[in-house]
Each structure stands twice: as structure tokens, then as C-alpha cells.
T-cell receptor, first 113, second 114 residues
């Protein structure tokens, strides 16, 4: 079973649309959660961390449901520049081993004019 | 952006060649990572170094040999690779090792093994 599962998409939406991505993780001991963004042929970059209470950064809202082991990312008022692959990322520590990140395959988003 | 740099950006090598990938971070971080990104697959962690000490080897074949001479530099030495090793190799760094520290990625080296 994969540690982190995402719908790979692609999602194709018009400018101004609202789009939501979902992600599930397998390890209930996971401690930290993130969304990274990766543009075509570029490196991943942190978009936002995800907190238990949910958090918002401008047009982006992230939610975490620990009971269901589910993470979501909502993008409102989509812009052309939002076109990218969105990576769901989860961390958990294993005893004395320092925490490591587990990446999902990513969800591809294309915003069209 | 020059926080984490990687060279070369592209590399084509035969299965009998020996080559090295280089990563340098200018962020004052103490942890550095190598990841492999293959098409249609998630990023796979390969190695973790924390304060120059290797803290994780994620069952990587011995044809990949990492070296971390100091906290700012990380190398990946390649020897007798296979075509299935063709991928994007990404270096990352963070303040400390541990998943709750934001990782900053370099642009990657796109490797093709013939």
C-alpha cells in the first residue's frame, strides 16, 4: 500500500474556477503534512503546511482530517499561473529514526483562459 | 534562485561510465538529501545526511554512492548504472533533518543511462 495516495488528474479548469485536491495517507502516526508545488521540469517548492485546525493562505485553503487520514487543498479563483503539479507530502518519525517525508505522485492542474 | 544548486543539469552516460552529481546549498542548512524522481512515480528518498553524517540509506543499490564532505556539499557518485536508473535526481536541504523542517530543492540533474 502506498504511503500517500493522490488522484493524479489531470484537472483542467477555466480561470476563476474553484478546484479541490484530495490526498489520503496510510500511517496514522504521521505528524506533519504539507502541500508542495512542482512546475513542469522544475523542482518541488513548499506551497503550504497543513495544520489540524485547517489553514488558509490567500486563495489556498488546506484541511486535515486525522480521523480519516485525509488532507485536502482548495484553490479559489484559479489563475493561469496555478497550473502545476501539486504534491501531497506527509512525515512521520519512526522511533530513533529522524522523520522523513513521503510524497504522493502529485495531482496535475491546468488552468485555461 | 541560487539557494540549492546542482551540476550538471543534464547527463547522458553509458552503463560502464563513472560520473558524479554535485549539490551545493547556500542556506546554512545542516541536512541534505538525495531524491530520485522517475516518470509517473512519487519522489523516492535515497539518502539523508545530517551534520555530514549519513542517517538514512533507503535501500539504494551500491552503484549509487553518496559523499558529504561538509554540510554545504553533497555528491552522488554513479558507477555501472542501468537504463532504469534514468530519472531526475533532486538534491534538497533543510535546517535540520526531520520531516517537519521545510526542504528546499535544487533544480535537479536529468540523467539518461544508455
Amino acid at each position: 500500500r502506498k504511503e500517500v495516495e493522490q488522484d493524479p488528474g489531470p484537472f483542467n479548469v477555466p480561470e476563476g474556477a474553484t478546484v479541490a485536491f484530495n490526498c489520503t495517507y496510510s500511517n496514522s502516526a504521521s505528524q506533519s503534512f504539507f502541500w508542495y508545488r512542482q512546475d513542469c521540469r522544475k523542482e518541488p517548492k513548499l506551497l503550504m503546511s497543513v495544520y489540524s485546525s485547517g489553514n488558509e493562505d490567500g486563495r489556498f485553503t488546506a484541511q486535515l482530517n486525522r480521523a480519516s487520514q485525509y488532507i485536502s487543498l482548495l484553490i479559489r479563483d484559479s489563475k493561469l499561473s496555478d497550473s502545476a503539479t501539486y504534491l501531497c507530502v506527509v512525515n512521520f518519525d519512526r522511533g530513533s529514526t529522524l522523520g522523513r517525508l513521503y510524497f504522493g505522485r502529485g495531482t496535475q492542474l491546468t488552468v485555461w483562459p | 534562485e541560487t539557494g540549492v544548486t546542482q551540476t550538471p543539469r543534464h547527463l547522458v552516460m553509458g552503463m560502464t561510465n563513472k560520473k558524479s552529481l554535485k549539490c551545493e546549498q547556500h542556506l546554512g542548512h545542516n541536512a541534505m538529501y538525495w531524491y530520485k524522481q522517475s516518470a509517473k512515480k512519487p519522489l523516492e528518498l535515497m539518502f539523508v545526511y545530517n551534520f555530514k553524517e549519513q542517517t538514512e540509506n533507503n535501500s539504494v543499490p551500491s552503484r549509487f554512492s553518496p559523499e558529504c564532505p561538509n554540510s554545504s556539499h553533497l555528491f552522488l557518485h554513479l558507477h555501472t548504472l542501468q537504463p532504469e536508473d534514468s530519472a531526475l535526481y533532486l538534491c534538497a536541504s533543510s535546517h535540520l533533518a526531520g520531516g517537519n523542517n521545510e526542504q528546499f530543492f535544487g533544480p535537479g540533474t536529468r540523467l539518461t543511462v544508455l
